[in-house]
């Protein structure tokens, strides 16, 4: 390969998804645990397939095994409906009566947003989004 | 090699990112305390009060009779206010964030004026499982669990859609936005917001507010 320097390698493609998964880890914890931002179940749910993302993408890393595609994937895949789910909760497509709201926490019905629109359904749907096409192109590079 | 240094760089980086926001946003919060007090539209006048009217703290607590947190708190803060006798009081703020709620809350408004308001608070926390149902209230099965007060239901019908009434409800909506209220049950005390959730930082906050007014 002679263009092996301006492509990017498959290592690199998870070593980003890698950061995304651990960014969103670290970021999550922070909203949550040191602003107070109150976690509901459909959170709670995402994180679930969130934080494995980011150990099983760091251990892919370490020697590279891009067969780490197949099983962060499916993760992938499951946190992303869920987060698509609570997006169009948020924006209200889906009646809002179905909303749960886990027991023990105060419960609300506004999110904390960044710059006015960004709320953390939505971040999260994004870094599910990219994270999944990161895998995709690894799992092609591979393949090919 | 180099992949192990860039993972480590990167690694490194993130966990410095978040131990760093982690202390700033500790040092540099506060609710902007001032918006609270300045304004004034954390308290409003004829509000139900527990406690001496002339006692020089005051609680507000924003709340919704359907959350199960603010069921929770409700001894804890009369209990507060036993520590510290003749010092404290609490007013009690309408936020119904669920759904349903509203109607609750104007129930609640509407027994008050037939001088039941506290009886018909606790009654609600206590059935609060009975009439809450999937966080959803249900103003129904809310109506009757007060019929054990005796309450003019005639009248307490026609108050609930009372014009001042509803009035009151949208002010205390209207002020929980202002404030932020985002989540029940959400305290104040003479007008600062709490650092966190919880009830011994609320304890901290009067036990400060107490030694600053006595």
């Not at chain 2, 002010?171 to 985002?182: A, Y």
Request: positive net charge.
């Amino acid at each position: 390969m002679t263009n092996a320097q301006r492509t990017p390698s498959g290592w690199m493609l998870l070593f980003l998804a890698w950061f995304l998964a651990t960014g969103a880890t670290l970021g999550s914890l922070f909203l949550s645990e040191i602003v107070g931002v109150p976690v509901c179940s459909l959170c709670w749910y995402q994180r679930i397939a969130m934080y494995p993302l980011a150990l099983i993408l760091a251990m892919a890393l370490f020697p590279y095994d891009p067969k780490v595609v197949r099983y962060a994937a499916v993760l992938n895949a499951i946190g992303w409906l869920i987060a698509l789910y609570q997006v169009l909760l948020v924006a209200g497509i889906i009646p809002e009566d179905l909303q749960p709201c886990v027991q023990g926490i105060p419960c609300s019905r506004t999110y904390f947003s960044l710059f006015g629109f960004l709320n953390i359904p939505l971040m999260a749907l994004l870094t599910f989004t990219v994270i999944g096409l990161l895998l995709y192109y690894v799992k092609r590079m591979e393949s090919t | 090699m180099n992949r192990k240094l860039l993972f480590g760089a990167a690694a490194g980086m993130l966990l410095v990112v978040f131990v760093l926001a982690a202390l700033l946003f500790q040092k540099y919060h506060s609710a902007s305390p001032e918006l609270a007090s300045a304004s004034g539209v954390w308290q409003r006048d004829g509000a139900p009060v527990k406690g001496p009217p002339d006692a020089k703290v005051t609680i507000v607590e924003f709340f919704d009779p359907a959350c199960g947190t603010c069921r929770e708190f409700y001894p804890l803060v009369a209990k507060l206010i036993e520590q510290y006798p003749g010092k404290v009081r609490v007013m009690m703020r309408y936020a119904p964030l669920h759904p349903g709620s509203d109607k609750v809350v104007a129930m609640l408004e509407a027994a008050r004026l037939q001088g039941k308001y506290w009886e018909a608070l606790e009654r609600l926390f206590a059935g609060q499982n009975r009439w809450v149902v999937n966080h959803t209230s249900q103003p129904e099965k809310a109506l009757a669990l007060m019929e054990v007060l005796n309450l003019d239901a005639k009248r307490l019908a026609a108050d609930m859609n009372s014009p001042s009434v509803v009035q009151v409800v949208q002010q205390d909506v209207r002020d929980g936005q202002t404030l932020n209220v985002r989540a029940t049950p959400e305290f104040f005390v003479n007008g600062r917001p709490l650092p966190r959730f919880g009830f011994d930082q609320l304890s901290l906050l009067v036990q400060e507010a107490v030694a600053k007014a006595y």
